[in-house]
C-alpha cells in the first residue's frame, strides 16, 4: 500500500479522471457535462460522513475530533482513493480529520478467477441463504479464513467443502461433542464455579 501511493506522489499527482459516461449517477452540473457521472469512487467516502451523520447524533466525535483515532479497512483497488483523494478532500474541507491507518485486503478470486458482479461471477448471498438455508456461519467461517489479508486467494467450493467437514465439523464438532460428554460425565453437566470467568 506504501510503496503504491509513494509512486503516485513521486511522480507527481497526475489528472485523475473523476467521471464517467452513464445514466446512472451523480450527474455532474457543469455545462457541456451531459451524459457524464461522477466517478463512484470520487463522492462515495463523502457517504460514509453522511451515513454517519444520519445514524448517529454524535457524529462529529468520529470525523472531527483530533483524538479520534480513524482507520479504513479497504481493498487493495481502493488504496489510492483511501489514501490520497479522499484524505486531500477532508483536508481542503478543513473540519475533519483524515485516517490514520488504511489496512488494505489483497484481492479475492472466485474459482480461479476475478469476482465480478456485471459477468454474474460471485456468491451472492441471496442464493447462498437459499441453497444452504440457516448455514450462513458457514460462509462467514470460510470468507475468513481466506480472507486475503497478505496475497490474492481464491475461493472454491471445494475448499468451502473441506473447510465445513474438515475444520468446523470433524475439528470444531469433534472438540465441542467431546466436551459437553466429559462435562456430563465428570462434572454433572454443569460448568465447575472455577471454570466460570
Known sequence: ????????????????????????????????????????????????????????????DYWCKEDTRLVHFIGKDNIVFHCIIFPAMLKGHGGFIVPDNVPANEFLNIEGEKVSTSRNW?????????????????????????????????????????????????????FVNRTMVLMHKLCGGKVPLCMRP
Open 1 to 60: 500500500m506504501f510503496g503504491q501511493c509513494k509512486s503516485w506522489l513521486d511522480n507527481g499527482l497526475q489528472s485523475r479522471a473523476m467521471t464517467r459516461d452513464s445514466n446512472w449517477g451523480i450527474k455532474v452540473p457543469l455545462p457541456d457535462a451531459e451524459g457524464k457521472v461522477l466517478y463512484v469512487w470520487f463522492d462515495a467516502p463523502i457517504g460514509y460522513i453522511s451515513a454517519t451523520k444520519e445514524l448517529t447524533e454524535n457524529w462529529a
Open 122 to 174: 460471485a456468491v451472492w448471498v441471496h442464493d447462498y441463504i437459499k441453497d444452504f438455508p440457516d448455514q450462513q456461519d458457514i460462509l462467514r467461517y470460510v470468507l475468513c479464513s481466506t480472507a486475503p489479508e497478505t496475497k490474492d486467494n481464491d475461493f472454491t467450493w471445494k475448499d468451502f467443502q473441506d473447510r465445513n467437514n474438515n475444520e468446523l465439523v470433524a475439528n470444531l464438532g469433534n
